[in-house]
């Protein structure tokens, strides 16, 4: 791995910039680390006086001094600390939230093909777990950092004050220190990236389960799934446990190494020239300023780690943070368009995948009629559908709109003149009426909203229920039925009067009573639009103006009802196909 500094370098600087527009609260929060250590060190600084002059000399005026001075230093350091704590808090909160948010919005921007190559649980730990360990991390690690490592240098001036014979042993230990924590710090790296990507398959394989709560229940596949999520949990426990183990090993021996270093100072102070110019005090405080220095040391060991740790999960959130947006390069602001869709010669491949899904396709659907798109599942209709709002770009060829093609629409106009009704309804946790207006900036009248509701057969349930309109539905409206769901999916299509609909199998989830029904608010739909429809049941489709046959990406077939039957083809064997199958049905 070539972890070049200068990458190191530049997230730190990218995570610095976060700060910035905080950096009085930070340096708030270093004075009052910078007091807390001083006040620590200043409290040891005294130990000499206090054995020398209070207890040897028997100074009573000292000892009487002694508590009131105990009591004000253990305020200082108090205060300091809550500035310390409060501050850097304040400032490690702020950025997680900036980072949050930005994440959040980016998320919405990229182009859907990002989307379909990475699983939602991992980038929803990358919402809510990489970010809280980067403010975790960071913040621990400057604390440390600035606080332990002022009270380690306070100490050693200490120490060096009272004898420099003695302290200068640590000029020979440090060197080894050095090597223990850089190696710390290469194999901490390792681990929390490690942990990190374990913790995304986590959530990854928890949304899963949730989402297919019900098909797991009716498949008996808690077993499986069982397993599935031991594997990953056990992988994160795993990479922990060793994370701990280095930690422990690696601030032991820097303990041990101490160790020796206060064993060194002891045995100095037996030679008779040694102890003739020490007293109790000045013995007493350097040993225990050494003791002193093994809590701070074992908190500076990992310092470093921590810092990598928390720049890990900073480059996997700029990671995402540096996905190209959406292209949205296109300047034409489309509005009021009649409707006319232009396939020409287009060939498209999914992003990342080498198979060719469509074939040179070509079709006009003249505004203001219907076209029918039908055909095997997977034949590429669907894969139209989405080419229309830009979802993705054409490989070659070209849509155009009114003979403007798309790619130099902005995106917003594009999509506006559009309005999508798909086999998959959206519903977001809030009102039915809320649900039917999303998407709306300015206020819709109650008179509209009901309007669209009748329409759209709405109305017909939603007056039984106990708010109406204003209903909680859910998340995702999971106290509806499929038909309602449907329907308040046709409403909101309805209540966007865009000039071109789009119906991807809009009613194959539903039974034929249902279905014929929403026929009746489709139909509403279709009025004086553009619209491209794609059936299963070939009976919603018979008064299409124009019926395109799809197969394995081609088009093998185009015309009206009657002349599609009557070439005796594709469509003709479909059609004898599902009618006889619906005669033995009924
Ligand atoms: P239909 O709607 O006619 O059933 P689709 O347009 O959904 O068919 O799919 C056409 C082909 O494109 C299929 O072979 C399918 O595997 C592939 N496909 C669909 N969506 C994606 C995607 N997001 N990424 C890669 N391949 C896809
Ligand atoms: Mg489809």
Partial sequence: MTASPTIKQRSFRRLLSYVKPYRWGFIAAAIGMLGYALVDVYFVSQLKDFIDVGINQKNTDYLRFAPIFIVIIFILRGVFNF????????????????????????????????????????????????????????????????????????????MFWNSWQLSSIFILIAPIIAVIVSFVSKRFKLLSQNIQNAMGEVTTCSEQMLNGHKVILSFGGQEIESKRFFKVNNITRRQDVKMEATRSISVSSIQIIASFALAFVIYMASFPEMLDSLTAGKFTTIVGSMMMLLRPLKQLTTVNSEFQRGLTAADSVYLILDQPAEQDTGSHVLADIKGEICFKHVNFSYPGHEQQVLHDI?????????????????????????????????????????????????????????????????????????????????????????????????????????????????????????????????????????????????????????????????????????????????????????????????????????????????YAQLYKLQFGSEQTAV
């Fill in 83 to 158: 500035i310390a704590s409060y501050c850097l808090n304040w400032v490690g909160t702020h950025v997680v939230q900036e980072m949050r948010q930005q994440l959040f919005q980016h998320l919405m921007r990229l182009p859907v093909s990002f989307h379909d190559q990475h699983s939602t649980g991992d980038l929803i730990s990358k919402i809510t777990y990489n970010t809280e360990q980067i403010k975790q991390t960071t913040s621990r690690a400057l604390a440390v950092l600035i606080r332990e490592g002022a009270f380690v240098l306070g100490l050693l001036v200490v």
């Fill in 362 to 570: 070509s079709f006009t659907a003249p505004a203001g009629k219907t076209v029918a798109l039908v055909g095997r599942s997977g034949s590429g209709k669907t894969t139209i559908s989405s080419l229309l709002p830009r979802f993705y770009d054409v490989l070659d060829g070209d849509i155009t709109l009114d003979g403007i093609p798309i790619k130099s629409c902005t995106l917003a106009s594009l999509r506006q003149q559009m309005a999508v009704v798909s086999q998959h309804v959206t519903l977001f946790n809030d009102t039915i009426a809320n649900n039917i207006t999303y998407g709306f900036t300015e206020p819709v009248s109650l008179q509209r909203l009901q309007d669209v509701a009748e329409k759209a057969h709405v109305m017909e349930f939603a007056a039984n229920l106990k708010d109406g309109l204003d209903t909680m539905i859910g998340e995702n409206g999971v106290s509806l039925s499929g038909g309602q769901r449907q329907r308040i999916a046709i409403a909101r299509a309805l209540l966007r009067e865009a000039p071109i609909l789009v119906l991807d199998e809009a009613t194959s989830a539903l039974d034929t009573e249902s279905e014929r029904k929403i026929q009746a608010a489709l139909n509403e739909l279709l009025k004086d639009r553009t619209s491209i429809v794609i059936a299963h049941r070939l009976s919603t489709i018979e008064n299409a103006d124009i019926i395109i046959v799809m197969d394995q990406g081609r088009i093998i077939e185009q015309g009206d009802h009657h002349s599609l039957l009557q070439q005796d083809g594709a």
